[in-house]
């Protein structure tokens, strides 16, 4: 489809040329103008639509298809370099295990055409543990794949359960449906007295099973945890 | 019969932190339960425990062993266990310690319980934690009878 504007130009700058000399080919080039004018009148038309057509698309198609793994929210969406970058986009969803999660992020950039990737700066997650307790995951950046609904976290992260542990950690690959956490950097979570520390870790069955893995260091300090006991009962 | 012999060194300070390292810790909240495994030590003050696996059960009073929340029921100790205070060491298989009563009881084959050069190898070393009091008994069905064996280097009383 030539761009409309060049034949406009190509038209004028032949009628502007010969005006004295042929005269009677006004008419071939008054038919030019108005077949063009015709198609302006309907690109006019089309092109909007199409771009409302796309628009449609894509949100439903985010909609639809996120099923059980959680709805996409946007505050606003503007597309930016090739890529659609939503501003505090908020993802709710349900675990396997029927519990609610909730993602948020200051701002998700995902490529146009590009597969089921979702950049992600400033992160929050609230996501399920053990029994009824509740972790809140905090990040700056990392990577949410919507395909298979797992986020790849690549900077520190820091993690508080309601149960009161406080977890660091460098990098965490979570995958959200089954609420497992794995990471192959250094951790150390603390509660109340205990400290343990590792190269790696995996929280497996949404926290029913901690792994540490590769030198693992346990602190206990006895007077704080009958300190925090004492306080507790 | 038996030796009763005063193992002072042998106690767990109340409030000196304890830190414990091992190669893998798995906490398995449901079963209550922590298994350290992979050449596990344990260090309070002057005592140390070396052995191959340390499982760690919790009281089901619904504290969660994930947290370390729930207090500590008792500890199962395996993989030839080596336990050292400031003067005596003892070596065996597996070794149990219950929190509440404070009793470390370390078994084996052959389990060893020495002070400076003086041995004393049995099968069933009891100790009480909270005064340091141990009991050494013999092996039952083996060939020494049941009867403890004690190897006592003449003069080694005064030279520690």
Do not use: W
Not at chain 2, 7 to 13: A, P
Not at chain 2, 40 to 62: F, H
Not at chain 2, 115 to 130: A, D, H
């Amino acid at each position: 489809m030539s761009n409309p504007k060049d034949n406009a130009a190509g038209a004028a700058r032949r009628g502007h040329g010969d005006a004295i000399r042929n005269t009677e080919r006004g008419a071939e080039d008054f038919a030019l103008a108005s077949r063009h004018s015709r198609r302006v009148r309907l690109l006019k038309r089309v092109l909007p639509a199409a771009a409302i057509a796309i628009t449609v698309v894509f949100v439903g198609y985010s909609y639809l298809f996120s099923g059980t793994r959680g709805a996409i929210d946007l505050a606003s969406a503007s597309i930016e370099g090739g890529s659609l970058v939503m501003s505090s986009p908020e993802l709710n969803g349900f675990t396997s295990d029927d519990r609610p999660y909730k993602m948020t992020a200051e701002r998700a950039r995902q490529k146009l055409g590009g597969e089921d990737v979702i950049e992600l700066e400033g992160i929050r997650a609230h996501v399920p543990v053990d029994g009824d307790n509740f972790a809140t995951i905090q990040a700056s950046d990392g990577v949410y794949d919507r395909g298979n609904n797992r986020l790849d976290i690549t900077s520190e992260i820091a993690l508080r359960t309601t149960s009161g542990i406080v977890a660091k950690l460098d990098s965490a690959e979570i995958d959200i449906a089954k609420s497992s956490l794995s990471s192959s950097n250094p951790v150390e979570i603390e509660l109340d007295g205990t400290k343990i520390a590792a190269d790696s870790f995996a929280a497996e069955e949404g926290g029913k099973v901690f792994v540490f893995d590769k030198r693992v260091r346990v602190t206990i300090d006895p007077s704080r945890i009958r300190e925090t006991a004492d306080a507790r009962n | 019969q038996d030796s009763q012999s005063r193992l002072t060194g042998l106690q767990l300070s109340g409030d000196k932190p304890i830190q414990i390292e091992s190669e893998r810790l798995e906490v398995r909240e449901e079963d209550n339960v922590a298994v350290f495994s992979g050449n596990v030590s344990v260090v309070q003050g002057p005592t140390l425990l070396k052995a191959g696996r340390m499982k760690v059960y919790y009281l089901q009073d619904g504290g969660s062993a994930a947290t370390g929340s729930a207090n500590i029921d008792r500890l199962e100790v395996d993989g030839n266990v080596y336990v050292k205070s400031e003067n005596q060491v003892a070596t065996g298989d597996s070794a149990t310690f219950d929190m509440k009563t404070e009793v470390l009881v370390l078994s084996g084959k052959e389990v060893v319980l020495s002070e400076g050069e003086n041995v004393i190898v049995g099968c069933r070393l009891t100790v009480q934690m909270k005064n340091g009091q141990a009991e050494l008994d013999g092996c039952k069905d083996t060939k020494a009878g049941g009867r403890v064996k004690m190897l006592l280097t003449p003069g080694s009383q005064n030279r520690q």
